[in-house]
């Protein structure tokens, strides 16, 4: 039995025979790409660069709340006076100068609820708070400052007080670190390429992250702000990552060299 093929048939052959070429091109040319860019990305060397340091603060800043509730302005703000020179004077026994010290003051009107001959009655008062903020190079002085506290509170002077520690020159430690982590990067990658028989070669980038201070005496997870800013000696963390090309080993008619 003879068998005929229309003219569509043969249509249909030759659509499939070239789309199946064009696929086979298109996927040889992405094989030749993924090839192409693993082969370039074996050139690269990326490493990290770290840099730690555990410093001691060299600033403290103490910040000392005097508060007094009254029911006239002239009268709270006279009492309050009164607490804060009592304060002042003791804290001449630190040695502190008076530019080292910023006083600045807030007012608030409240409405509260008092008894009067028996009866609840609203009462208007007025609630007053002067801030004393302290730096100073004394690293002794919150210590100082706490053994004065039951002492006020003995004269009825309300008071919360607060300090931290800080690295006064931090932009410079920041900057040696950066140095010493970028060195520290490029010794890594000199003896990692020195282990499979190779050379270093330029830098291609150099990218810095975030450098994380954190208290000398906690741990890295269970450290916070509030540990941090509390603690005399601090743990400076950096770290860059950084990469390199490796130097391609060419073979001439003077021997090997590399380029």
Known sequence: MLRYESVFDKDLKMKAFIYSGVIALGLSFVGYFSAEKVSSSKQ????RG???RIVKSDLCVITIDVE???ETIDTTQKQLQESVDIILSDLKKL????????????TCDRNIEDYKDGQKVNVRKFEMTKSLK???DNIDAPREVESMLSGWLAKNILVRCNYE??????????????????????DCAKSFVGAIDEELGELVYLNQG?????ASDES???????EQVKSVEKKLRLVVRAGFKKKQRIVGTQGLHWQ
């Open 210 to 214: 975030v450098i994380s201070i954190s």
């Open 134 to 136: 302290i730096s100073t």
């Open 50 to 52: 770290l840099s730690e």
């Open 220 to 226: 890295e997870a269970s450290n916070s702000w509030y």
């Open 44 to 47: 690269l060397i990326e490493v």
């Open 95 to 106: 040695n502190l100068n008076e530019k080292d010290i910023l006083i600045t003051s807030r």
């Open 165 to 186: 520690y800080k690295l006064s020159d931090f932009n410079k430690l920041k900057k040696d670190m950066m140095k010493e982590a970028a060195q520290n990067a490029r």
């Open 68 to 70: 007094n509730l009254g």
